[in-house]
């Protein structure tokens, strides 16, 4: 495909308004249409990124080869029907939908339009994230914790579909096999649904991951740790950083102390540190920002250029097992 790609954006709450800000800073993109319901609040996003605002969806499908679905998620088959029935190219914003009934129609109208779907899953391009897939881990366990203040934002929706969707994608994506068992407990403060919640998912292959979301805590962590037979990661979403330590190297030393105290070659114990027998490597990262990495799969994916990272299928998985975890608690 040759020249700019015309790219829209459908929603201009804040997801929206940095979508549309990270297209129009993307050489290889014409950013020909902004909607909203709210058609002041389109004419302004459109005017801060150099685009205009249009009427309609149907008058936005009518123009651009690639969007961006930003709305509300109980609105995300509605908008993005006039687009998947033309073909054209979705990146629809995390969760893919509401339920998992909703995410197969989404699903089947990309099928029926021959369209890409590409789900916002934006955590899945932080650096310190694609670092982590690339080491190949086949993890045993994982132990994952999101926990924040409350954002006073989207109260309607649970911390499940809310916030433990993100890690749900990242655990499924790294283990790659069938969710065998689900058990989980969940508190609910604010109203009618879940603020807090801990899940362990178990699956076929033998791997646990234990899973703790919440929006109550005093203070933000995000993090993951994953045990596989080869090594031990710790990753900080936040930070962007990432330490690993190999099984190679480190279980020689950690084995030869042991020995040494059982032969009581060791007569002070508080000479031996633990800390310092296991080796720990930084892992490294190629720093860029996620949102515009995620955007740059999605256009090459729209071009044909390249494979879509995160598909309607891996969005329809972990709404799946979201709605397992909702019905667990």
């Given at each position: ?18 979508h549309a800000r ?21 004419a302004a996003v ?284």
């Open positions: 495909m040759d020249g700019p790609l015309a790219v829209g954006v459908v929603g201009c709450g804040r997801m929206g308004r940095l990270v297209y129009s800073q993307m050489p290889q993109v014409k950013l020909v249409g902004i909607y909203d319901v709210d058609a002041a609040r389109a459109a005017a801060e990124y150099g685009s205009r605002a249009v009427g309609s969806m149907e008058e936005l499908a009518g123009l651009a080869g690639a969007v961006t679905i930003a709305t509300p998620t109980k609105f995300h088959v509605e908008a993005a029907r006039p687009f998947l029935s033309r073909g054209v190219a979705c990146l629809i914003e995390k969760p893919l939908a509401r339920d998992a009934a909703e995410g197969r129609e989404i699903a089947e109208m990309a099928r029926a339009g021959n369209a890409i779907v590409q789900v916002g899953h934006v955590e899945r391009f932080n650096p310190i994230v694609r670092a982590l897939n690339a080491l190949r881990l086949a993890p045993r366990f994982l132990e994952v914790i999101r926990v924040s203040p409350l954002p006073f934002r989207s109260l309607d929706v649970g911390v499940v579909l809310d916030v433990m969707i993100h890690d749900l994608d990242i655990v499924l994506n790294l283990v790659r096999s069938p969710v065998t068992s689900v058990d989980a407990s969940g508190v609910s403060v604010i109203g009618e649904v879940e603020d807090v919640c801990n899940a362990r998912i178990r699956f076929a292959n033998g791997c646990v991951a234990n899973v703790t979301a919440s929006r109550l805590a005093m203070k933000a962590e995000r993090r993951l740790r994953a045990f596989s037979e080869d090594a031990f990661v710790s990753i900080d979403y936040a930070k962007k950083e990432g330490v690993i330590a190999r099984r190679e190297g480190n279980v020689e030393a950690i084995r030869g102390a042991v020995a040494k105290v059982k032969a009581g070659e060791v007569p002070d114990l508080t000479k031996l540190s633990y800390a310092d027998l296991v080796k720990f490597e930084p892992i490294a990262i190629q720093d860029v920002e996620p949102l515009r990495a995620q955007a740059e799969a999605f256009l090459a994916a729209a071009r044909g250029e390249g494979p879509v990272v995160v598909t309607a299928a891996d969005g329809l998985a972990a709404v799946e097992l979201a709605e397992r975890i909702v019905a667990a608690i």
